[in-house]
T-cell receptor, first 110, second 115 residues
Framework: DAKTTQPNSMESNEEEPVHLPCNHS???????IHWYRQLPSQGPEYVIH???SNVNNRMASLAIAEDRKSSTLILHRATLRDAAVYYC???????????FGAGTRLTVKP | ETGVTQSPTHLIKTRGQQVTLRCSSQ?????VSWYQQALGQGPQFIFQ???????GRGNFPPRFSGLQFPNYSSELNVNALELDDSALYLC??????????????FGPGTRLTVL
């Protein structure tokens, strides 16, 4: 099964952009790339997802490498409320298995 | 529109016992997924239910079972509890359309402790 690799932790300054990387070198052609984040004492929260093309929404942007073996979640202006664990996930559409990794703990400094 | 709710919030059981956890899906959603999250780790997919039928399963033994009801609420049952079953159990609801689900909405979880 394909899995994802993320840095354990990252730091950012408030109001600066943040680029969270994810490697998924064994991704299959049908796997979707999802990003969720989890704030302390809460369930995960959807951020964004994509298949092949870059995606933008009100929360973030998702840049997907041409070979799909890596992706980057971009928060354009980090706020203190963005401090969370960010999970890069591959979703297998055959059984809807969402394969979470260990995630990246993002710290935002004022 | 109410979000995903789970009950109870906390639960303590002993080894060998059985437990039932409950989830109420978000209005309009037809799919519910259950996850196990051990301390310091990411959630692990247990299974998903769509229209009262199991629609995918992760690498969990048969003593983990589930039900989805006509009103799309759901239960997770775990038999013969083991110490390693201690974890946060998360329920997530979504709308399955065209064979694909997109955004999943997670509940706050049930913290299960097995002694």
């Amino acid at each position: 099964d394909a899995k994802t690799t993320q840095p354990n932790s990252m730091e950012s300054n408030e109001e600066e952009p943040v680029h969270l990387p994810c490697n998924h070198s064994t991704i299959s052609g049908t796997d979707y790339i999802h990003w969720y984040r989890q704030l302390p004492s809460q369930g995960p929260e959807y951020v964004i997802h994509g298949l092949t093309s870059n995606v933008n929404n009100r929360m973030a942007s998702l840049a997907i490498a041409e070979d799909r073996k890596s992706s980057t979640l971009i928060l354009h202006r980090a706020t203190l409320r963005d401090a969370a664990v960010y999970y890069c996930i591959l979703r297998d559409p055959r059984n809807n298995d969402m394969r979470f990794g260990a995630g990246t703990r993002l710290t935002v400094k004022p | 529109e109410t979000g995903v709710t789970q009950s109870p919030t906390h639960l303590i059981k002993t080894r060998g016992q059985q437990v039932t956890l409950r989830c109420s899906s978000q209005s309009g959603h037809n799919t519910v997924s259950w996850y196990q999250q051990a301390l310091g780790q990411g959630p692990q997919f247990i299974f998903q239910y769509y229209r009262e039928e199991e629609n995918g399963r992760g690498n969990f033994p048969p003593r983990f079972s589930g039900l989805q009801f006509p009103n799309y609420s759901s239960e997770l049952n775990v038999n013969a509890l083991e110490l390693d079953d201690s974890a946060l159990y998360l329920c997530a609801s979504s709308l399955l359309s065209g064979g694909l689900t997109n955004e999943q909405f997670f509940g706050p979880g049930t913290r299960l402790t097995v002694l």
